[in-house]
């Protein structure tokens, strides 16, 4: 039990970074999304496909872990 309450606290403090990045990916498909129809029920139903499709998971994990860093690491980031 202490070993796993210690597992959480350590991750919990790696996820908890203090450069969490702009998420331009993210935020541009989100935007997209929002426009992608002139009906909030279709855009309501791409939100959906992009979900059931990982695609907005796919996003952020690769602004997490990729465009974030390369920011970060250049200099830019937050």
């Given at each position: 039990?202490?070993k796993t ?15 969490y ?19 909030k ?16 998971g ?21």
């Amino acid at each position: 039990m202490k070993k796993t309450l210690s597992a959480l606290a350590i991750a919990a403090a790696l996820m908890c970074g203090s450069c969490y990045g702009p998420n331009k990916t993210w935020n541009n498909l989100h935007d997209w999304n929002g426009k992608v129809t002139d009906s909030k029920w279709g855009n309501e139903a791409v939100f959906l496909g992009l979900n059931i499709i990982p695609v907005y998971g796919v996003c952020y994990l690769a602004d997490i872990l990729i465009f974030n860093s390369i920011e970060f690491w250049k200099g830019e980031g937050k």
